[in-house]
């Protein structure tokens, strides 16, 4: 019971890594919050679903198709909502990004209804008994899936030109603007990865629990906000961290506290994190110079 | 006209506190600040390396240094906004010495200093007499209370703030902007209005962060009138920040040199102007008060 | 109390004769409203404008003096309404009187909250001062769900007894809109009291420049902490309103979603103005029901709106600059 819990956790956990990190770049990177994320990951899950469900694609399939169709959703709501306000206040940034993860959320509404779509049962075996041990291959199959994309995003953003200008451009954007980076092309990269980052993880979660709302939004961005608090903001290792711990928080809160409070327990913890270390688990605290 | 018997009130006080015994027998006013060994660090970073000085009542002392020499870091360590690493700021209020690093920032107004900064950090969407009464905070006596129900000794109170308030404006030439919004005012004005809501919170020590910084020589000149005029008219004890020698030069009495966190020599500007180490400090730069 | 409003400096954009006739005038037609309009649906909407308004004038301290983003103003109003409507039901003997020290202890708790969310979350910088309110309000809304015993969970608390001031009972729409309108009033004119006092002045001080204000000897942490619990004193009244004037309170109407829509209220009107939370506030609830044939685009278009604003009104529509 107990062990099965925490692989729950580790694989929710992963899966809220993947999100965290792409609504932490786009902080780093962009500066801004990314109130869309939530919706950019729904919209992921509901390509995957589509592809699965109404084109008969197989389930890898699928999560290519989502990853394909997050790319052209990331460059419309980058230039939509988060390009034109680049110098506004940050008050204009969250209603406007905010409106705009509304409209997302209602399209999908009005796109695929408002009842929940679920998966077909049939695309991964539940269970399968080894020994004792009881073991899902969906979970074996997320795991895996999350440790390649970190993998792959730890490659591009540790080893690559590209990579290495987003950190610049994170640590000190004047600088980086200074250095010849292009900074348009570079925030629409940034966007882009994030956006793919939202439906893969979208898809992942979709396929685990198998139903899928078109509301599931700002119970994702919430999570994002949180595990980035908690790993400190625009950290990706952080991320990591934060999305395993929440992970497990959830899993086990939900297992030995009570289910009600589910999706309480990362405010909570949030909030905690917060007054305890301003600046995440591992981060370090800076004030504002005269 | 009131502003005669607000000299006046100053006066009184410091007549009263010249009874007290002085801690420096040889100095002909008694000493207002006395800063022993203060050092600030950020991280490995020495911002000011065990600089002592004092400061007497009514001095006009000015602190000059090549950009990055600690100046702006040491006010902000007098008027509490950084910790202080090592050493001590004794301040001697109006009931006797006060250990200046024990206290917050919010608490500098009552006891008695009052700053300006280096890039002008006025309310910008206040207006220019509200600015001011922003400076009188510290002496309101109403609680919320008494706001809320409109009692007549808080409307009290507040006539007698803003009578105040304009007096101090018509005294430094500011009094027909007094309705506008801060920021309309032309980059003088808004020094002066910073300094209008500094003297505002009756200061007996002002500290002045480089108060020429982006005015021509003109204005410069009739910046000097200006605060020789103030501190004349308020018994101020002044402490100003200056980069343009030949200005500073023309009013202080006394400087002190900062060079890479460390004072480096102290005196008339005639003593300072010929100090080696000064000009060995300045090498480079313009030199124009020689 | 036409000229302490006319007095107030909430509407100074206007030269003092325009401001006494403008006030005048929307008094005036205030206080005829429900005689003139036949219908019991439009005094309805009347009195959801009004709840609004109270709930979105009393977000403006935070949002529009102190310059916080907050994103859990319904959970205040959550707090107000179920204690009112607790204390009132289950707690106070059964006495006119009763629903009114309800009402003020909704309130005061509403601020205690206030004070308790807003200490930790002043600790934190700016940007994610949001987050934490609209974990506050979720936490909030997640304990009325499951707090069963005391809050009856989703089912919500129903058959809310009307208030009363001795043998005169609230009963018809418009007795509710003239108590509306009374509590409003009041609010706006002691909102403006402190605006335009030293208290006021601090709160922008801080919007303005945190660090020159302290320098100016504005403690910080104090007068933010004040400024909440002000603002959710008045959203927790505003509960208590609400819920005696549905008869019925459950979790849902304090989804995270209603916060932003309070929010958006206040930035669309123009936020730290008064008028402009109140302007925003009849706006988008008239808006609300000319949509109300439009249901499945309802959101959509509120959501343009808020983009479009922001594009082209960033600081709201009666906002300058
Ligand atoms: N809050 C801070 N955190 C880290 N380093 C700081 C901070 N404040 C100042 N410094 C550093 O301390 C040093 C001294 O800075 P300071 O602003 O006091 O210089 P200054 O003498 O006022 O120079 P200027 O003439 O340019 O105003 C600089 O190297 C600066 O970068
Ligand atoms: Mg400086």
Known sequence: MFIQQVMNGLTIGGVYALVAIGYTLVYGVLGMINFAHGSIYTLGAYFAWTAVARLGFSLPLAFLFSLACSVLVGV???????????QATVENQIICIFGLSIVLDNLIMLIWGTVPKSFPSD???????????????????????????????????????????????????????????????????????????????????????????????????????????????????????????????????????????????????????????????????????? | MNSGLEVQQIKTMENKETNLPSSTPEAASPLLLDAREVTIRFGGLVAVNKVSFQLHENEIVGLIGPNGAGKTTLFNAISAQVPLSEGSLTFRGPEGKIDLTRLQAHDMTRIGIARTFQNIRIFKRMTVLENVLVGGHWRYRQPAISIMLGQRAYREEERKRTAEAMELLELLGLARYAHDPARSLPYGLQRRLEIARALATRPRLLLIDEPSAGMNDQETMELVDFIQNIRRQFGLTVFLIEHDMKFVMSFSQRIIVLSSGKKIAEGTPAEVQRHPLVIEAYLGEEMDYA | MVKVLAETKALKFLDKRRKWLLVGALLAVAA?????????????????????????????????FLGEISFGHAGFIAVGAYTTTILNMRVLPDSWISFWIALLAGGLLAALAGVVVGIPAMRISGQYFFVVTMGFGEIIRFILLNWQSVTNGAFGITSIPSPSIGNFVFTERFHYYYLFLVILLLMIITISFLRYSYIGRAWIAIREDELAAEAM?????????????????????????????????????????????????????????????????????????????????????????????????????????
């Not at chain 1, 419309?76 to 680049?86: A, C, D, H």
């Not at chain 3, 404008?49 to 301290?61: G, K, P």
């Open chain 1, 76 to 86: 419309i709501v980058e230039r939509t909502g988060y390009y034109p306000l680049r």
């Open chain 1, 123 to 290: 695309i991964v075996p539940d269970w399968v008994s080894v020994g004792v041990a009881k073991f899902s291959p969906m979970q074996a199959i997320i795991l895996l899936l999350t440790l390649v994309i970190l993998l792959v995003l730890y490659l591009l953003v540790y080893k690559t030109k590209t990579g290495l200008a987003m950190r610049a451009i994170a640590l000190n954007p004047e600088a980086a603007s200074l250095m010849g980076i292009n900074i348009g092309r570079l925030r629409l990269q940034t966007f882009i990865l994030s956006a793919m980052l939202a439906a893969a993880s979208g898809t992942m979660i979709g396929a685990y629990y198998k139903i899928i709302s078109y509301n599931l939004g700002l119970s994702t961005v919430i999570k994002a906000f949180v595990v980035s608090i908690l790993g400190g903001i625009g950290n990706i290792s952080g991320a990591v961290v934060g999305g395993l711990v929440l992970g497990q928080i959830e899993g086990l809160g939900a297992a030995y506290v009570s289910t009600g409070y589910k999706d309480a327990f990362a405010f909570v913890v949030m909030i905690l994190v917060l007054m305890l270390r301003p600046n995440g688990l591992l981060g370090t605290f800076t004030r504002e110079k005269v």
């Open chain 3, 32 to 64: 005829v409203f429900p005689f003139c309009v036949q219908s019991s649906y439009l005094v309805h909407v009347a009195n959801l404008a009004l709840y609004y308004s109270i709930v979105a004038v009393s977000l403006d301290i935070v949002a529009g």
């Open chain 3, 217 to 321: 000897g504005i403690r910080l942490t104090y007068y933010k902490v004040l400024a909440f619990s002000i603002s959710s004193f008045f959203a927790g009244i505003g509960g208590g309103l609400l819920g005696s004037y549905l008869n019925f309170l459950a979790p849902s109407n304090f989804l995270a979603l209603e916060s932003i829509m309070i929010l958006v209220m206040v930035l669309l009107g123009g936020s730290g103005l008064i008028y402009g939370a109140l302007f925003g506030a009849f706006l988008m609830t008239g808006f609300n029901e000319v949509l109300r044939p439009f249901e499945q685009y309802r959101m959509l278009i509120i959501g343009v709106l808020m983009m479009v604003l922001m594009f082209l009104k960033p600081r709201g529509l009666l906002g300058r600059e």
